[in-house]
């Protein structure tokens, strides 16, 4: 591998990972409570909206058979057979974008039944997106460099 | 990094040379894959619970994508049990080449079939109906069944392996993505295959057969088309043949000519986009209409499926490459520089599958040990509960198997595009925009 290519390279990787903290909204913590319609293959709401701190409690209400909710990175998950609403509360202390799952087997495509939980801002997709405008730009330098 | 010719290594030669250590894969493989049929058509009908798509649709898909093809190309196609009932039958013969051959009809594919149309058309049959094929076992057991029965029939009519080489929808794209892997089957020294008499390696001899995929070994220059079955290995009788180790993506600084190669790397991108959005979005209108097959949604969802692979995705290319100037065709550019689609493309299979595998992982413990779902509990693992694994990593390692993807597309863009005299920039360009779509539908 050129060695400008190489150097190029880990200056992109260490600009991403010097990015500057991305702005934090000071939005004061507050209960936040949503009723989650589930019914064979999604949920309604399918994406939820708090602020990280929030306390959030999801009602989770059955239209057909059992189904549940898994939040991945929280690992906390429950169920709700038909027609009984079922509630789970707890606070999003971590940011960003962490989808839920159907956590009983309710039919064909539920493995696929998957809503999304967003806490604050994405910070994951703006930096990975970041990274790569600064990985493209990084590479085409080096080809000029190269020539 | 130079090449390291690993058949060099007394242990890895004497194991290709051997007929035996294949066979004893190929015999558990064929009867795993039996098994699957038969588990996909008697077993219960929870997906989930069941063998064919357990095994099949988790299992085997994380070792093919995630290990298989990145690094072995297509190692798994010198496994593959779907050819091999067919070309016994085919042969006469399980190892060495009998004595009289079976007279089946052993015509040659007809010269308009001789690309890899018809594997295009048969993955995207298979991608269409691609949510109820992975989720409802029966269909998977079909399906299985139809391909081995599909290699028998195939190899009775035709020569060789007509249905690896031109109709199996697995082996396009593992052909299309093994040009990137780190594995290559080459011949050692061009002059001895050109001053060898009867080609043994591609017409057989009486110690082995002639290459089944219809590749002569002397003129293999890109892993596409050949399928590791080793044969040319056993039969060369000069010992020119060898497995080597190489650098990353080294075919693809050969760009191909060819639109149905091409097309195939469009094919396997934006299924990848799709899957990412329908299966793993948060939108249950296009599961369903992606799962209720042969209602008006399903009709408008294939038809948007088409319309992105078909229209949308190469049509942005096109128009892209629009913009740069150059003394080749139109056609001879976009055939050329879609080779940097390729490890977009792969890397997007990557990050789109691990989201899949990880998630549904713990399932295989479960069925290994009731594969029918009949509440047997064979190792004491079939109650074992439904656990996401690693979704905390799973962010950063879809990011960063993308931004890489990214990477490794842009210096391949800058290499097909020196061979062609045009500008980069578009192609480079449309892979950040392709990648930001995909980063957004998986994050």
């Not at chain 1, 903290?21 to 989650?36: D, E, G, K, Y």
């Not at chain 2, 063998?51 to 297509?74: K, T």
């Amino acid at each position: 591998m050129n060695p400008r290519f190489s150097l190029l390279l880990i200056l992109t990787a260490g600009l991403a990972v010097a990015f500057p903290p991305l702005p934090v909204p000071t939005v004061a913590p507050q209960a936040r409570t949503f009723q989650v319609d589930a019914g064979q293959f999604a949920y309604s709401p399918s994406k939820i909206f708090v602020n990280p701190g929030d306390t959030v409690t999801l009602e989770l209400v059955s239209t057909d058979v059992v189904h549940g909710i898994y939040i991945d990175g929280y690992d906390i998950s429950f169920e709700a057979d038909p027609g009984q609403t079922q509630t789970l509360t707890f606070i999003a202390d971590k940011p960003g974008s962490f989808r839920f799952r159907c956590n009983v087997t309710c039919g064909a495509m539920h493995p696929f039944m998957i809503g999304k939980l967003m806490v604050g801002t994405n910070d994951w997709l703006y930096r990975s997106v970041g990274l790569a405008a600064l990985a493209v730009l990084g590479v085409t330098i080096s080809r000029k460099q190269e020539v | 990094m130079t090449k390291i010719e690993l058949t060099r290594i007394p242990f890895i030669k004497n194991a290709f040379k051997s007929r035996y250590p294949q066979l004893a894969v190929f015999i558990v493989m064929l009867i795993g894959y039996i098994f699957a049929i038969l588990a996909g058509l008697i077993g219960t009908p929870v997906g989930s619970h069941n063998f064919s798509i357990v095994f099949v649709w988790i299992a085997w898909w994380a070792i093919l994508i995630l290990v298989a093809v990145p690094f072995f190309g297509r190692g798994w196609c010198a496994i593959c049990p779907i050819p091999l009932p067919g070309e016994w039958l085919q042969r006469g013969a399980i190892l060495t080449p009998p004595d009289k051959r079976p007279k089946w009809l052993n015509l040659r594919v007809p010269k308009m079939f001789r690309n890899i149309w018809l594997q295009n058309i048969s993955f995207l049959l298979l991608a269409l109906f691609s949510s109820v094929l992975l989720t409802t076992p029966n269909i998977t057991g079909i399906i299985l069944a139809a391909m081995l029965f599909t290699a028998i029939g195939l190899g009775a009519i035709f020569e060789r392996r007509a249905f690896c080489r031109y109709l199996c929808p697995v082996g396009g794209f593992i052909g299309l993505y093994s040009q990137a892997a780190p594995i290559e089957l080459r011949i050692k020294d061009k002059q001895v295959c050109v001053t060898c008499e009867g080609k043994p390696c591609y017409n057989g001899s009486s110690i082995g057969f002639g290459c089944p995929w219809d590749v002569f070994p002397g003129g293999l220059t890109k892993n596409t088309y050949c399928g590791l079955c080793m044969e040319c290995i056993r039969t060369c009788p000069h010992d020119n043949i060898a497995v080597n180790l190489r650098p990353f993506s080294a075919d693809l600084a050969k760009p191909s000519t060819r639109m149905d190669e091409a097309f195939k790397a469009f094919i396997m991108l934006g299924s990848a986009i799709i899957y990412a959005g329908v299966l793993l979005g948060p939108w249950g209108t296009f599961k369903d209409a992606a799962y209720n097959v042969g209602s008006s949604a399903w009709f408008m969802y294939a038809g948007i499926f088409l319309s992105i692979i078909f229209g949308i995705l190469p049509g942005f290319f096109t128009l892209g490459l629009l913009g740069t100037k150059g003394n080749a065709t139109l056609k001879h550019r976009f055939a050329s520089l879609s080779i940097t689609l390729i490890p977009l493309g792969l890397m997007f299979w990557v990050a789109f599958s691990l989201s899949f595998v990880l998630t549904n992982a713990s399932y295989i413990l479960a069925s290994l040990s009731d594969p029918l779902g009949l509440g047997w509990n064979l190792f004491g693992t079939a109650n074992t509960a439904w656990q996401p694994m690693l979704t905390s990593i799973l962010a950063p390692a879809q990011a960063l198997a993308l931004v890489g993807g990214l990477i490794w597309s842009a210096r391949t863009a800058q290499k097909a595009a020196n061979e062609v005299k045009v500008s980069p920039i578009p192609v480079i360009v449309y892979c950040f925009i392709a990648t930001s779509i995909m980063l957004w539908l998986l994050l």
